[in-house]
């Protein structure tokens, strides 16, 4: 029988999301995972409630696995391999490096249907996936640059606190924003590592981008050591980490933020975030943060989904489904920037 007793494989790292109830007579529930680059972040655990959701409607089952506590390509490649061991039907993968997974896990994927969500393959491994689910990345990446415009329409300084520069979404999103603040200018001549130099009025100081803010207590370090040494306009957090914890950003950044205000000379900061919680929400009512853009990831989870019932039952998929964004700005704002 195909469905073994895979749960003694599961990690206390792993989160199992949703059970096959009300069974149709003789059908037998299919079962999927997601791989998550690590299974506590709020997006991801908001990815596998999607998809446990959209699969227990079903009559089916999806897993989010991973490591826990730290993001590495080693701990998801070891994940992948777990997956890989358990007879699903089917697997998402959220990607943290291309080459290194594609070189050692992907190569047993064989005829378990693959794709990617949130983080795609790059460009030259993507022969080893069948779709990928999230958003367009570098649509995103424009949509921050139309909220840093609505903020400073006379452009100023930048500073865009990233994720690892392996990972396809954030480096497509920080393409984004500054293609979007360069205006019309020619693209052509641009590479997307180049930083803003004054067009448009838009410059990057010399030690941003600032990378690998995956840690919640690092993003809110960073940003206060930016605040404390550098004069910026802007800060874009392309993923959430510095409003993990609302209360840890609000007392430690809160009174940098107010002696900046004094001097006129307080950022607009804004943030990638899932759908922001209550006190989340507060900061931004409260003026500590300007702006939210959604992630969305619990209709990321259930559009990954669905992709994988569709190619386990040997239907055609679309290479790419894209998820729409919202934007979250106080609630005394009515002024929504348009779309880029």
Not at 52 to 63: F, I, R, Y
Not at 108 to 128: N, Q, S, Y
Not at 198 to 214: D, F, I, K, T, V
Request: net charge neutral.
């Amino acid at each position: 029988m195909k469905r073994r007793l895979f749960f003694r494989f599961l990690s206390a790292a792993t989160l199992l999301c949703g059970l096959p109830l009300g069974l149709p007579a003789g059908a037998e529930p299919l079962q999927f995972a997601l791989i998550a680059k690590r299974v506590d972040h709020p997006f991801f655990i908001q990815a596998g409630e999607g998809c446990a959701e959209a699969a227990q409607a079903q009559s089916d089952t999806c897993l989010l696995l991973g490591a826990s506590e730290l993001e590495h390509f080693r701990l998801q490649n070891q994940a992948l391999e777990q997956a890989l061991n358990m007879d699903l039907d089917g697997i998402a993968l959220s990607v943290t490096h291309s080459k290194w997974l594609a070189d050692h896990a992907l190569q047993r994927a064989g005829k378990t249907p693959l794709i990617t969500f949130e983080a795609d393959l790059k460009p030259a491994e993507r022969h080893l996936r069948r779709g990928y689910v999230g958003l367009d990345n570098l649509a995103f990446g424009q949509q921050l640059g139309v909220l840093a415009k609505r903020f400073r329409p006379q452009g100023g300084k930048l500073c865009v606190l990233n994720g690892s520069a392996r990972e396809t979404n954030y480096q497509e999103r920080l393409q984004g924003i500054r293609q979007q603040l360069r205006g019309s200018q020619t693209q052509t001549k641009i590479r997307a590592a180049d930083r803003l130099r004054g067009e448009n009025g838009w410059s990057e100081p010399n030690r941003c981008p600032l990378y690998r803010a995956e840690n919640p207590e690092k993003a809110v370090l960073q940003l206060a050591a930016l605040l404390n040494t550098s004069e910026v306009d802007v800060i874009i957090s392309t993923g959430s980490w510095p409003i993990y914890q609302a209360d840890v950003f609000r007392q430690q950044l809160g009174p940098l933020l107010a002696e900046l205000d004094k001097k006129g000379a307080r950022p607009a900061i804004i943030i990638a975030t899932n759908e922001p919680d209550a006190a989340q929400r507060a900061l931004l009512d409260d003026g500590l943060v300007q702006a939210y853009l959604s992630l969305e990831g619990r209709e990321i989870g259930r559009q990954s989904y669905r992709m994988l019932k569709r190619l386990a039952q040997g239907e055609p998929v679309p290479e790419k489904i894209f998820v729409d964004s919202h934007i979250y700005l106080p609630k005394a704002s009515t002024d929504i920037p348009s779309e880029p």
